[in-house]
């Protein structure tokens, strides 16, 4: 079995055939999914879809360009009921993307005032961070007391022990099935760290690059994983498995 711990389940890409999506996934050894929000709506719809789903799970969170997206400036206020809701299982997505940004300390506030919810209500945390490792380790190194996830990571193994030493975990996810880049990573990472993803309907694995992915594929980012490591397909499932449902709660 299998947990999908990164995917929008809730946007739009899925309204004709949702129903479909999940059964497919649930159907092909996918135990449970976590929807992860990007805004105080996708949040609500999150939280819809694990109350509607027994084994789809929510985040609720403000990913950093949310305000430049869809408009939504975070309002902390704004997330603490809904975060205390059943089946919340994480605050995220929340973090720093400084490519072609000009707003690094509007963003600081925004994930510094996440960090907090998420530690008021003891839950873990779902980081997006591009361009921005050495800011966002600042901030969680500051923050202390705090564990979490770094969605669909994208740095070096120096970065990745940095993350390490502060105990979160990194996932990864379609992106490693047709670049190498993250090899290292993913090959010296303690297993016991590694969480899968697929970030869907973004970042397809190779098969399906350039279609509409599905939490069904992170068995492709699992037997990759597998590959690089030299290890069993059925191992990296029963430890990232269990892994999902430690720093979840699941």
Not at 15 to 41: M, Q, T, W, Y
Not at 179 to 185: E, G, S
Request: net charge negative; with cysteine.
């Amino acid at each position: 079995m299998l947990i999908d711990t990164h995917a929008h389940l809730d946007g739009e890409q899925y309204d004709n055939d949702r129903d479909e999506v999940i059964k497919r996934a649930l159907e092909n050894g996918v135990d449970k999914i976590i929807n992860v929000s990007f805004d105080l709506k996708s949040a609500k719809r999150a939280v819809e879809l694990a109350q509607k789903y027994e084994h789809i799970f929510a985040a609720v969170g403000c990913h950093p360009k949310s305000r430049e997206e869809s408009g939504y400036v975070f309002n902390k206020s704004d997330f603490l009921e809904i975060a205390k809701r059943p089946k919340v299982v994480a605050i995220g997505e929340c973090g720093l993307e400084l490519k072609n940004s000009d707003d690094l300390i509007s963003q600081q506030e925004i994930f510094q005032a996440q960090i907090d919810l998420a530690k008021q209500l003891g839950l873990p945390l779902i980081v997006h961070c591009r361009d921005g490792h050495q800011e966002v380790i600042e901030i969680l190194a500051k923050a202390g007391n705090v564990k979490g996830a770094i969605h669909c990571f994208s740095g070096s193994w120096q970065t990745a022990q940095r993350y390490l030493s502060m105990n979160f975990y990194l996932s990864f996810n379609g992106i490693i099935t047709y670049a190498n880049d993250y090899d290292k990573v993913v090959k010296n990472i303690p297993l016991e760290r590694l969480l899968l993803e697929t970030d869907c309907p973004y970042l397809s694995p190779a098969p399906f690059r350039g279609q509409r992915n599905e939490s069904v594929h992170v068995k492709y980012v699992a037997q990759r994983v597998a590959e690089i490591r030299g290890e069993s397909i059925e191992k990296i499932a029963q430890v990232t498995t269990q892994n999902a449902r430690d720093l979840f709660v699941l």
